[in-house]
DNA sequence: AATTATGTTGCGGT
DNA sequence: AACCGCAACATAAT
């Protein structure tokens, strides 16, 4: 689910409500969701919450930090205690009279619970994601699209010289932290420029225009609150994002291109699809 | 009912 | 180095 928009939306809302809060439980219902030693953070503050890319980085006093990932499927609800721990479902096959879902369900991971009875849910129906216990904050060392390092220059010199698709340098998290699909794809799209063209291929002019539309995407992305496009991604109230509604091309197969009208098209490749307009971009 | 797709990324082989 | 396919897994959609 989560590229940055959902990440950094999640961050957010933690920050508001975990710090100062100590840890006094945890229990790891499905063991590989968790590395470390679960009762190593027993007795833990939580001081801040951070972000690499798309790992969140929870600081704990003593120099530790949960660095979650949470891949394709991975949501953090916070409930304030047990008796409110019911949230929009979650998860689409876990219907209820009420519409609501009591937490933990069925793919809840990982419960955090705090000293004011306060509760953390990792829940990740397909299992990719992770919380660790390690003692520095993991992620990528590469600039974060939303941040100061992220220059035009930087991005012309990831370009320049290598045929890779621009889309496939887009996603690199090794050269630019925080982009995903979504976004990539829509970022193409507003840029001009098909996600196909290899990178060292870019005039200065579309370096110019590409790196202004991915930086104007993802905070879009963020000032919606992420992308709920198959209600997996919530925010930890269980609310959903809105981006979805003004999808440029991504998720548009055969719809028409907002500008000209044309079907929006479809290819996939290296395992994920590209959309784009053929006549809008080049 | 079997196949295909999904917002991520790490691995091994060429 | 870079690309490709496949892997992890569960489910909805076609």
């Not at 957010?12 to 679960?38: C, H, M, N, W």
């Not at 998290?173 to 063209?197: C, E, H, M, W």
Request: aromatic letters at 8%; a positive charge; one cysteine or more.
């Amino acid at each position: 689910m989560p590229e940055l928009p959902e990440v950094e939306t999640i961050r957010r809302a933690l920050e508001q409500v975990l710090p100062r809060k100590q840890i006094t439980g945890i229990r790891v219902y499905y063991p590989r969701s968790f590395s470390g030693d679960p009762a190593a953070i027993i007795g833990k503050q939580i001081t801040s919450i951070g972000r690499k890319g798309k790992i969140l980085n929870i600081r704990l006093n003593s120099e530790s930090y949960l660095n979650v990932h949470l891949k394709m499927s991975g949501q953090l609800l916070y409930a304030s205690s047990r008796e409110s721990a019911e949230f929009p479902v979650v998860v689409p096959l876990e219907p209820s009279s009420t519409g609501l879902s009591r937490m933990p369900s069925r793919v809840t991971r990982v419960e955090i619970e705090f000293a004011d009875g306060a509760l953390l849910f990792f829940n990740d129906q397909r299992k990719f994601g992770w919380i660790r216990h390690a003692t520095v904050a993991e992620g990528t060392d590469a600039p974060d699209v939303t941040g100061p390092a992220f220059t035009q220059e930087y991005f012309a010199e990831i370009c320049a010289g290598t045929s890779r698709d621009i889309k496939t340098v887009l996603l690199d998290q090794s050269k630019i932290a925080g982009v995903g699909n979504v976004y990539a794809n829509d970022a193409l799209f507003t840029a001009g420029i098909r996600p196909d063209r290899s990178a060292d291929s870019l005039t200065g002019n579309e370096i110019r225009r590409l790196h202004r539309a991915v930086i104007e995407t993802i905070q879009e992305g963020i000032a919606r609150k992420g992308t709920s496009a198959t209600s997996i991604y919530v925010t930890p109230d269980g609310s959903k994002g809105s981006y979805q509604l003004i999808f440029r091309v991504y998720s548009r197969e055969g719809q028409p291109c907002h500008i000209c009208g044309s079907p929006i098209l479809r290819k996939k490749k290296g395992g994920r699809s590209n959309f784009w307009c053929p006549i809008c971009q080049h």
